[in-house]
């Protein structure tokens, strides 16, 4: 038995396919970047088949006992579709959701039991996982390493949002056309980070020992 690393493949083609549809259709421009670009779609899909392909992957038990990890991959795509604005009149993570009167109370109790779900998820995620990370880091698991690469890529794409303003304060102003391919780097940045989940998926796939006797 090998890791089905074909999934990869089609997950990269995929993408490959919705963003070179987009820039036929757009052009080589800002288009490329904008709120439902192909980019910012691939990425989107990329979390929800890096969540499937989990699923797809592991055994019912794993369902029960590690339904975090497929969770927190819904939830990264609905942060890249950008629910969390979107939801609410004036968004989940803002404070005045909850701080004042500004929305309707039912919003505000979604807000909370979003929040709620997010955090307990994120406990699960650290508590349940964190010791086997960190042993995949020592002992150099393709796994590990691969969800290091995506938080890298998630890093970097942060450091090069708003690259622009960022300069200002020193003097440096970019073109244009610099700007534009900074976005475009930075959309790219993100859409590497559930491309590394997909790795990180398939890599930690546990193969069958064919030396070992299943009737022992």
Do not use: C
Request: proline share 4%; aromatic share 10%.
């Amino acid at each position: 038995m090998t890791r089905p690393w074909h999934l990869l493949a089609l997950a990269l083609a995929g993408a490959a396919a919705l963003i070179g549809l987009d820039i036929w259709t757009q052009g080589f421009g800002s288009g490329l970047v904008r709120e439902t670009g192909g980019i910012e779609m691939a990425s989107a899909l990329l979390y929800a088949y890096a969540a499937i392909t989990w699923l797809w992957t592991r055994p019912g038990d794993s369902w029960k006992t590690s339904w975090e990890l497929p969770a927190i991959m819904f939830l990264m795509m609905g942060r890249e579709l950008d629910l969390d604005k979107k939801l609410t009149s004036i968004g989940v993570l803002r404070s005045d959701l909850y701080l004042t009167d500004m929305a309707p109370i039912m919003e505000r109790i979604f807000g909370v039991i979003a929040l709620v779900f997010v955090a307990i998820v994120a406990f699960r995620v650290i508590a349940s996982n964190g010791r086997a990370f960190i042993d995949g880091l020592q002992r150099w698991k393709a796994w590990a390493w691969a969800l290091v690469v995506g938080i890298g890529f998630a890093v970097l794409s942060k450091s090069v949002d708003g690259i622009g303003r960022k300069l200002a304060p020193f003097g440096i102003t970019l073109e244009q056309h610099t700007s534009l391919l900074m976005v475009i780097l930075e959309e790219l940045l993100e859409l590497g980070v559930p491309v590394m989940f997909i790795v990180a998926v398939i890599a930690s796939i546990r193969l069958a020992d064919p030396t070992s006797n299943p009737r022992k």
